[in-house]
């Protein structure tokens, strides 16, 4: 099965010095130009070898940490030495310099690093902390990620994403969803990000908890049903395609097939729904959600019922119709 393949995300310096980053504590003191350099890795890189002269093992796109170590260090160089290690440093790609707990920085990685556009960042945060905040920042912004034109719902905990056409019927099915108890995260768009082994959904933050239904236009499902019927992000467990029945088409009638849906380079199971007139879809998600739980513990009721005609079979009992 086609899949969604992965949207690289761009983190840029300048992202350390937003708000969302406050408790980081930084501020520029050099290379300001240089703020929209981009950081490619989430690990973070303190260079003492390279400050000894193995610049091979410079990472280009990595935030780089100067604390008490390599302060320390750059002060015992000799002047001249100094200056051509810090020039070389800046020359090999990093993102930035973050100098922790406050330490005063060389004169002479200021000045390079305002003639390079090299940002330098300070914080009185020591820098084991540093390190462990700045990862968990850059773990999250560096997930691949995909935005996909559906609808994700959580169905008894199921993390439901229903793709299909435009206008067969994804919202209304949500707006059904919510109104037998289920929760809403997101209806038309739905980003979604990889952590591990997992896929975590949520909805733009300009349209959250908004839903467009043909004939009622745009409502709020908070506002409507209360904050019980909404959440902000749930992981995708099921992708549910809704398609327009086609006579003649092959469906799945037993539920012996496994397929699944790539999205991320994760296999997601997968189900292919008919929409045709008269059928509940609302109804029939709720059952692959309750039958998707039940296949998590290991128990296929296509292939209890296989085993037991073979079994009938061998032994030669003809069974009930």
Request: hydrophobic share 40%; charged share 25%; net charge neutral.
């Amino acid at each position: 099965m086609d899949g969604i393949a992965c949207e690289r995300p761009v983190v840029r310096v300048r992202r350390l010095l937003a708000e969302e980053s406050a408790e980081l504590g930084l501020t520029t003191l050099a290379g300001g130009a240089g703020l929209d350099r981009e950081i490619f890795l989430p690990r973070i890189q303190k260079p003492g070898l390279a400050l000894a002269g193995f610049l091979e093992y410079i990472h280009p796109g990595r935030v780089q940490i100067l604390g008490q170590s390599e302060i320390t260090f750059l002060e015992g160089l000799p002047g001249k030495k100094r200056q051509r290690v810090l020039a070389d440093l800046c020359t090999r790609g990093v993102a930035c310099f973050v100098i922790t707990k406050g330490l005063v920085a060389p004169p002479e990685l200021v000045a390079i690093a305002e003639s390079c556009s090299v940002p330098v960042l300070v914080t009185r945060v020591v820098s084991s902390d540093l390190i462990e905040g700045i990862s968990r920042l850059l773990e999250e912004w560096l997930a691949p990620r995909v935005t996909v034109h559906g609808v994700l719902v959580d169905v008894y905990g199921v993390g439901v994403l229903l793709l299909g056409d435009s206008g067969v019927g994804k919202s209304e099915c949500a707006l059904d969803l919510v109104v037998r108890g289920h929760r809403l995260v997101s209806d038309d768009s739905v980003e979604i990000t990889r952590n591990g082994k997992l896929l975590n959904g949520s909805g733009p933050e300009l349209s959250l908890y908004h839903m467009e239904i043909r004939g009622l236009g745009l409502i709020n499902i908070k506002d409507l049903f209360g904050v019980a019927a909404v959440r902000r992000k749930k992981d995708v467990d099921l992708v549910i395609r809704l398609d327009q029945w086609q006579e003649g088409k092959e469906y799945d009638r037993l539920g012996l097939d496994e397929r699944s849906y790539g999205i991320l380079g994760l296999d997601v199971p997968f189900l292919e729904m008919p929409v045709a007139p008269g059928r509940n879809l609302a109804v029939l998600v709720e059952v692959a959600s309750r039958n998707h739980l039940l296949r998590r513990q290991g128990y296929v009721p296509a292939r209890e019922l296989t085993e037991r005609l073979r079994l009938q079979i061998e032994a030669g009992t003809p069974h009930e119709t």
